[in-house]
């Protein structure tokens, strides 16, 4: 039995188990396929979850706001975003088998995010900071910048050889706020304990893959902050988090 | 005392041959393994054919005009074929069992197909070939080292994550190129749209960029080198932001908004300037040199 012939009687199956006439085939398929037993469980699990839902009423608006509202106290959600009132249900991690659907948007996200920063011009210039000697050609001291640019020296800056003139400038504060956490965010470490999951032995390339197209993306953040009228600079950027979303792309390819 | 000596060194010698012909038994079993299958499909013009397998090279070279012939070569009985035609279209997938690793759910495919067929393969650890075909051809593979020869009048997608991509002789279709860390090398690659971006991969061009076409190399930190005839026709302009960049051929001046930074940058025209190819690093070098 393939696993088009497992699908075939899936119906069947649900109605009330395959009969004898190829029962035997179907177990032992599954027990050897793991897409197969992946698609039973699931369809198992959303079975009984339909039908509690189905004997379940749905609560009143009160009562999510109070859960809601007890929920924040307690400082377990905090979304401010949110419409009031409007609670978010998150069901337990427990009762769903992880599965790795939500790689697609996040890598979709990733070049939203790359295109709202090449796009995103930085307001006008509100102080000026004395610009570092030379760019650097090493990464250390590209990687220390985003700290740097958040300070502002008001002290008048020395004349400058002409290439040295757009960074003399700094940006306001917000505008240097990186978009992208330095550190590994929620969703890479999701990202890697999926792969940790599906793909143990690939674990440690993706995760030395992940450090360095995050260290590219931080490098470029970091010289955009220094030199906002850099335009390449910019379209860089977008290259480093499209480059960013491949990872997560090619991830999805395998691991799903 | 010797008796029990040489019956100690008997036993021990025992051990060792079992052990010999236990790993060499092994040997032959896994050597012994490799089952061959052999799927044929008939199809018309312009069919599109996909093959997906986790583990296993994919070789794809033209055949007669309406027949697709697959071998499948296995390495185990832990991995199924899963196949299936629907009317011009073939899709051709890897079904590893439980227990598969790398060796066992190794499956190489070679692929004789009607050369405007359009090419989909996936293989996390290649090798991908492709050659003398000219239908669009997707190459994705995590690990896969990428070859694509001979091919012209398709586009060429390729996407790797560190693993190194070659293609030679890819003329008149788009070409796209995307990998993490994987070196990226062209010889004879024109055509109307060619990208290529790498994270520290090197890129490697070796070419005269034809005519009217758009081309753009794009590296974080891996080096940029651009070999070029004295002959040839186009507009250059190249920046590394934390790189150096070198050029030895003669530029004539043009006008453009991007301002140029001795080292960092350099912009001109070569002959009609009638390819515009796009250079940029953010810590590699780039160099633009003459054949």
Known sequence: ?256 | MSGLLMAGLRQARIGHTAAITLVLASCLASAAFAATKEYRYTVGPHANISVDTQYGAISVKPGSDNQVVVTATFQSDNVEVDQQQSGNRIEIASHLLRGTDQQTGQVDYELLIPPDATVNLRSSTGPLTAERLHGDLTLEGAEAVVNVRNVENGHVHVRTMRGPITLIDVRNGHVEIASISGDVHLKSVTGPLVLASSGSGRIFYDGDFGSGGDFRFVTHSGDIEVLVPADVSAGFRAHSMLGRVQHDFPLKPRHSQFSEEVGRSFVGNAGQASSEVVLRSFSGRIRLKQR
């Open chain 1, 1 to 256: 039995m393939t696993c088009s012939d497992v699908q075939r009687v899936l119906p069947e199956v649900f109605d009330g188990g395959p009969n004898g006439g190829f029962a035997s085939e179907f177990d032992s398929h599954v027990r050897a396929c793991p897409a197969c037993s992946d698609l039973l469980s699931d369809l198992k699990m959303i079975t009984s979850e339909a039908r509690q839902l189905a004997a379940t009423d749905e609560p009143s608006p009160r009562v999510w706001l109070r859960i809601a509202a007890q929920l924040r106290a307690e400082g377990l959600i905090r979304d401010p975003e949110l419409a009031p009132g409007q609670p978010v249900l998150v069901r337990p991690s427990a009762r769903r088998r992880w599965s790795a659907w939500w790689l697609a948007p996040v890598a979709a996200a990733l070049v939203a995010a790359g295109s709202y920063v090449v796009s995103h011009k930085p307001a006008p210039q509100v102080a000026q900071r004395e610009a570092p000697a030379n760019p650097g050609n090493s990464a250390a001291s590209t990687k220390t910048a985003v700290a740097e640019t958040s300070e502002v020296i008001p002290a008048p800056a020395p004349v400058p050889p002409p290439q040295q003139v757009a960074r003399q400038f700094a940006t306001p504060t917000e505008a240097v706020q990186p978009l992208v956490e330095p550190e590994p965010n929620a969703e890479d470490q999701q990202f890697l304990s999926v792969v940790s999951t599906r793909a143990p032995s690939m674990r440690a390339t993706y995760e030395n893959q992940l450090k360095a197209v995050n260290a590219d993306i931080r490098e470029t953040q970091a010289y955009i902050n220094r030199n906002p009228e850099d335009a390449d600079a910019r379209e860089h950027l977008m290259d480093a988090y499209q480059q960013k979303a491949l990872l997560y792309q090619i991830a999805l390819d395998r691991i799903q």
